[in-house]
């Protein structure tokens, strides 16, 4: 079984030059980074062939359409441009910034059966958006994160915020699943990202933007083991220093039938598909899987012939068992 094509690819970019874009732009501010994304983005653009073109494929599928240069560039000029956000919210300069938090109603409502909460997000839009939001929250957010293909500018920005090592659970680790176990009975949040798995893990194909797509099951068999409530988000990036971020229910708990577990997995396998395609077909500049997401090479197995994900989630449950508001980042108020 080889390596998801993901994970094969480590971050590009000197550290030299991160470290010196870092510092120009914390030390002059953000339109100057803004500026620099503009010739960094075009040598990404016309240099790497397949972020290039797996752009292209994704912009094909999700407009209906073949895509244009200029929505290409603007697709991966919008990657950039979450990426620079992300040096001011780890930093938490938010000035200027704006969040729209949308149905934090849900997670209150998920957080008030003392079982903490699982929020399921993906690769679309940013991951980091949900931390600066966090501050308002009544309880913690720990992020389960895949980081062995992390390069020099992940290393580098993580560095902005010291609080960051405690609040990230990395996945692979001896002691990943009792920190997420302990962090859920503390009734805090732990953030997974479902639609990419590391290397050897169960995938399953399912429709995902007019094709069959692997998406991972592990996730999903998680959370059935971890019988916390589910919740979805989603941080979109609407604008020049302009975040949504949505939270929408999906489970007050996963629950799998030990007779037909496969098949009820490969359900909320599904349902998760088909939730991410509703937020990718309304903001299709903010996916962010720049490589050949409905390969189905030698990791995955056919559509029509896979094995059964039973096992996968007896080993999830061994290792567990071991209304919209407005946040004003810059007047640190909500409004309604």
């Not at 620079?84 to 930093?91: I, P």
């Not at 920005?157 to 609080?163: H, S």
């Not at 059964?308 to 007896?314: I, N, R």
Request: aromatic share 10%; hydrophobic share 45%.
């Amino acid at each position: 079984m080889r390596v998801p094509l993901w994970a094969q690819r480590r971050e590009r970019g000197s550290a030299v030059l991160i470290q010196l874009m870092i510092w120009l732009t914390l030390g002059l501010g953000w339109p100057v980074g803004q500026a620099l994304l503009y010739p960094i983005t075009g040598y990404f653009f016309l240099f790497s062939r397949g972020a290039r073109s797996a752009s292209s494929q994704f912009l094909g599928r999700v407009l209906g359409r073949p895509a244009t240069r200029s929505e290409v560039f603007r697709h991966l000029f919008t990657f950039s441009c979450v990426l620079l956000d992300r040096l001011f919210l780890l930093s938490n300069r938010l000035q200027r910034f704006r969040i729209v938090v949308n149905g934090l109603d849900n997670v209150q409502v998920a957080l008030a059966q003392a079982r903490g909460c699982v929020l399921l997000g993906s690769h679309l839009g940013s991951f980091e958006v949900l931390r600066a939001s966090a501050r308002q929250y009544p309880v913690p957010v720990k992020l389960l994160m895949y980081r062995a293909n992390n390069g020099a500018y992940s290393r580098l920005v993580e560095q902005l915020d010291p609080t960051l090592a405690d609040a990230i659970i990395e996945i692979g680790t001896p002691e990943a699943m009792l920190r997420v176990r302990e962090s859920l009975d503390r009734g805090e949040m732990v953030g997974i990202l479902a639609d990419r798995t590391p290397a050897g893990q169960k995938m399953l194909a399912v429709p995902f933007l007019g094709d069959p797509a692997p998406m991972p099951t592990g996730p999903l068999a998680l959370c059935a083991a971890l019988a916390a409530p589910v919740v979805l988000f989603y941080g979109v990036r609407t604008g020049a220093r302009r975040y949504d971020v949505h939270f929408e229910p999906f489970a007050n708990r996963i629950v799998l039938q030990r007779s037909r577990r496969a098949e009820e997995v490969a359900d909320w396998v599904r349902r998760y598909a088909g939730r991410l395609e509703a937020y990718c077909r309304t903001h299709p500049f903010n996916w962010f899987n720049f490589y050949d997401f409905w390969d189905h090479g030698p990791h995955t197995t056919p559509p029509t012939r896979f094995r059964t994900v039973a096992d996968v989630d007896d080993i999830a449950s061994a290792r567990a068992r071991h209304g919209g508001r407005i946040f004003d980042a810059a007047a640190g108020r909500r409004d309604r």
